[in-house]
Nanobody, 123 residues
Framework: QVQLVESGGGLVQAGGSLRLSCVAS????????MGWFRQAPGKEREFVAA????????SYAGSVKGRFTISRDNAKNTVSLQMNSLKVEDTAVYYC????????????????WGQGTQVTVSS
């Protein structure tokens, strides 16, 4: 059973930056697509970004494209999300997740999830 542990969340002013990290347990990290999702209060969980096992394929939600960058370090079992030009509407709990699919934006395709880290962007 893989464990995914997110870190890096916090409170930041609009226009600022945060870097989220997710560390995975186990030896098979490099075999999986990794993704970031977020859930704001009263809203459904939504896709933010994903990266294929090799890092060669990335995908982003339209709302974050050009502002967020997903990356991974397979040697360190880590996937990161660099978030720049943050907006108030980026406020949410951010979750790291793992999928066996090459690419996906659907939460149901991700079978393992972290506990989440809170990101709050103030105006």
């Amino acid at each position: 059973q893989v464990q995914l542990v997110e870190s890096g969340g916090g409170l930041v002013q609009a226009g600022g930056s945060l870097r989220l990290s997710c560390v995975a347990s186990g030896r098979t990290f490099s075999s999986y697509t990794m993704g970031w999702f977020r859930q704001a209060p009263g809203k459904e969980r939504e896709f933010v970004a994903a990266i294929s096992w090799s890092g060669s394929i990335t995908s982003y939600a339209g709302s974050v494209k050009g502002r967020f960058t997903i990356s991974r370090d397979n040697a360190k079992n880590t996937v990161s999300l660099q978030m720049n030009s943050l907006k108030v509407e980026d406020t949410a709990v951010y979750y790291c997740a793992r999928s066996s699919r090459l690419t996906s934006v659907e939460p149901n395709d991700f079978g393992s999830w972290g506990q989440g880290t809170q990101v709050t962007v103030s105006s």
